[in-house]
C-alpha cells in the first residue's frame, strides 16, 4: 500500500497545467483529453478514469491517457488493466523508466514475476530520474524477485546496497533471510514456524555486513541453536566461523553438507577453505562434487582448477581456471589464479595477456558510475 | 530457458498485389510496414500494417506481422485480435493456434485456451522449437488446472529432462505433482515453499538426480507430512528410484493422511502384485481405487491384471475392457487385455488386441502426436499415477 501510494504521489506530482473542469458530454478527442486531465487535477478519480477510457476509445495510442490511466488504475488495485496499458504506453516509449517501472510493479502484483523482473532490470537501465522513493521500490522489488527467481547472490548485493542507501532494516530483515537461507520465496510466502529463523538470517547477515560481528556470530548462534536441522542455517554460521576460527568453521560446513548436500556454497566454501590450508587431497573431492551439482558455475571451475593447480597439476587445472574464466570474464580473481599457473607453466605471453585483462576490469571498475 | 518468446517468424507468403491511387496505395503501406519492422521502428510498423490490413482485411500477412509485434510486446488482447484475423484468413495457418492459445491464457481465457491448444495439437503440433516449448508448457499449466495431472507431467517432463531446474518449471511441477488444480499465478503464497520443494525433488527426478530428489523430498515431508498428496508424492519418487520398499511405506502414510487416496491405493496394489505377495490385499485396494475414482483408468489397469493373476479371466476382462475405454491409446491394457482374452479362449479378440497393443507401442513412441498420447497414459508414464 505504501508503494502504490508512493507511486500515485508521484504520478499526480508529474500532472500537466491544469485546465478548467469541463464534465459535459464531450465530443471530440480534445474535449474529453482536457476533462479527463481536468478530473485528475482535481482528485475526481472515478471521472477521470471514465473519462481517460473514453479518450482512449476516440484516440487508442494517446500517451498521456494510457499513462495517466494506467497510473490511476494502478492505484485503485486494478493491477491487470493497468498492465495492459502501461504495456500499450511502454511499447511507445520504450526508454520510459517509470513507464516500465510501473508496469513491472502491475505485474509484480498479478504474480507474473519473471516479467516483472526483466521489466525492473529494463527500468533501472533508463532510470528514473531523482523520484527516490519510486527507484527504492524498484530496488527492493528486484531484489525480491531474484530471490524469488533463485538468484540469491544478487539479491543479497542489492539488498545491501538498499540498506547503505537508508533503507530502513525492518523492510530489507526478512528479504535478506530468504537469499541467505537460499529460499526462493517472496516475504509473504514465509511459512510461519520459520519466519523467526529467517528473521535471524536476515538480522545476522546485516550485522556482519555492518562489521558487528560480534553481534551477527550471536544471531548466527541462535539461529542454529533454534534450528539445527535446517537447510542453510549452519552454512551462515560456518561462513561467518572461517573467517574467525578455520576448524569450528569446518565442523559447521560439515554438518551443512549432511543436512543439505547439495548446498553448492557450502561445498565450495569448504573446498576454499582446504586450499587455504594447503590441504588440496581435502579441496580436491569437494572441488570436484560442486562441479557435478552445477558443471556452469564457474566458482565451481575455479575452486577445482585451484586445487589441480595445487597439487601439481597445471594443465588439467589450467583448463579449469580457463573455463572459469570464460564462464565469468569479469572475475578478477581467476584471471590471477590464471597469471601464477600460465607463469608456474612457462607460458609468458599467455600471463602477460591475463595482467592486461585485469588492468582493463581494474580501469572498468574504477571508472565514476 | 526463458518461456517468453522472441518471435518474426518467417512465414512464406505470395508478395501483395499492387493497386494504384492517390493516398498511399495498399503495396506501398505493406512496403513500408515491412520496412519499419525490420528497422525495429515498432510503433509506426503497427501503424501501418493496421492501415494496410484496414484496406485490405484478407492479408494475411500483414494480421501475421501484426499478432507477432504485438506478441513480442506482450500486447496480448491486440495479438489474440491479430492472430484471429490470420487464422481467419489463411487456412494453413497451423502454428498460429499455438500462439491464439498463449494469448488467450495470458488474457485468462483458460476455456479458449485448451481449444486452441488442442487444435494446435491436433495439426500435428508445428512451429519451431521455442514455441513448441512455450505451448507445450503453458498447456500442461491448464492441464494441471483442469486437474489432467498426468498429462500435464507427461508434458513437463521433458522440458525437465531437457533444461534441469528452472524456477518456473519448478513451480509448475511442484503444482501438477502435489494435485493442485492452480495456475503459478493463483495458488495461495503460503503454499509455495511446499510446491517449490515437490517441483524441485520432480525435476531432478526426471534427470535421474535421485541424491538430490530425495534431499528435497525429505524437506518437504519434515514441513508438510501432514499435507495431503506429500507422501504420496514421495512415494513414487521412491518408486522412480526403485526403492519399493519405502515407496510402499509412503504410499501407506499418504492413506493415513487421506483416507480415500485412490492413487496411493493404486500404487499399493501394484505393489502387491508385482512382488506377488497379497494378491488379496492388492485386489482390495484396487477395487476401492475403483470405487473411489471410476473413471481413473488405472484403477480398471490394476484391478483387471490382478483378476487375471487370480485366474479370474472373465471378470478381468471386463476391468480391462472399462480401462481401454478409458485409455484407448494406452498400449499396455490392450496387452493385458489381450491376455485376458487368451485365457478365455477368445482367440480374435486376443489376436485384435495383440496386433492393437504392437501398433499402439510403436506409435507411441514413434508416431503419435502429443493429442494422441494425452489420450491416455503412455507407456513411459505408467508411474505417474
Redesign the interface.
Known sequence: MMLRAAVLAWALALAVPSFSADTKPAATFEQVSRAAKAARDQNQDAEAIRLFRQGLRLKP?WDEGLWYLGTLLYEKEEFAEAR?LL??F???NPKSGPGWAILALSEYH???Y??SL?HLQRCQTYGVGDRKELADSVFYVVAVLLT???QYDDAMTLLFQLRSAGQAEANIIEPLGLAALR????P??I???RRPMIRMAGAGALALEGQHREEAEQKFRDMTAAYP?E?GVHFLLGAFLLDERPENGISEMKRELEI???HLAARLRLAQEYIRQQNFGAALPLAQQALELDPKDPSAHMVLGETLVGKGGLTAGIHELETARDLAPDLTRIRWDLVRAYTAADRGEDAQREKQEIEKLNQQNAKPE | MVWALTLFLVLPFAEPPQTTGTRPSFSELARQADEARSADKLPDAIRLYREAVRQRPGWSEGWWWLGSIYYEQDRFPEAQESFRHFVATSPDATAAYAFLGLCEYETRHFDAARRYFSQWALKGSPGDDRLIEVAFFHWALLLTQEGRFPQALFLLQKAAEQHGPNPLLIEAMGLAWLQMRHIPEDYPPEQREMVWLAGSAAVFASRSDFARTQEYAARLVAHYGDRSNVHYFRGMMYSFNSQLEEAEAEFRKELDVTPAHASAMIQLALAQYFSSSQLSEARDFAQKATALEPKNPLGHYALGTILLAQGEAQQSAQELELAAKLAPADAKVHLQLGRAYKKLGRTKDFEHEMAVFTAMKDKQNVFATPEEKLQGLPKNMEQVK
Open positions: 495510442d495492459d504495456r500499450h511502454v511499447a511507445q498479478t504474480r507474473e519473471q516479467r526483466e524469488r527467481l533463485e529460499m526462493p520465496l517472496l509473504a510466502e511459512p510461519q514456524d536441522d537447510p543439505s548436500p547439495s
